[in-house]
């Protein structure tokens, strides 16, 4: 083949492999937890006992949290997964597979993360959220509610949205 259509082809090539984030994938990510798709990346998550695998898409994760002593991921299609994975080690893995996360806390005192392209809206906490809550934060795909109330003032979470 002569050399004028090899370069084309290896640019549709690579445009093709970035495509499914094969150019992105993380340097550190085990090859069996990280799954390219042409609609992004996967993670695999240990599922709660008796259930089979769960692969969780990546660019979907709105919020992260504990509930009953699980790990609680709420996604953009308003569907919240548990997970028996440690809060930390799972926000660990997101991050390197691309997802930023900004860490706030929950009234009761407990750290929650949310995803930064997810959220909408920021303003002062309304009287319905629990005492403590100072900031409401309007998030896409909550499945119970549409905003997360954290401790930080409005100034805070915007500190926290900048780094």
């Not at 069996?32 to 660019?59: E, K, N």
């Not at 002062?124 to 934060?137: C, D, F, P, Q, V």
């Amino acid at each position: 083949m002569p050399a004028s259509r090899v370069t084309p082809l290896l640019c549709l090539a690579a445009i093709g492999l970035a495509d499914l984030g094969l150019a992105a994938m993380p340097a550190d990510a085990a090859p069996d937890q990280v799954f390219p798709t042409p609609s992004g990346t996967f993670i695999d998550l240990a599922p709660p006992a008796g259930q089979g695998p769960v692969r969780l898409a990546v660019a979907q994760v709105v919020r992260i949290g504990r509930l009953q002593g699980e790990t609680v991921i709420d996604t953009a299609a308003w569907v919240q997964q548990r997970t028996t994975e440690p809060m930390e080690s799972l926000v660990r893995r997101l991050a390197a597979a691309g997802l930023r996360l900004v860490p706030l806390t929950d009234p009761s005192g407990q750290r929650t993360w949310l995803a930064a392209e997810r959220i909408v809206l920021i303003r002062g906490s309304e009287a319905r959220h629990a005492e403590g809550a100072r900031t409401a934060l309007v998030m896409v795909g909550l499945l119970y509610t549409r905003d997360v109330a954290v401790r930080e003032t409005v100034e805070e979470v915007m500190a926290a949205l900048a780094r």
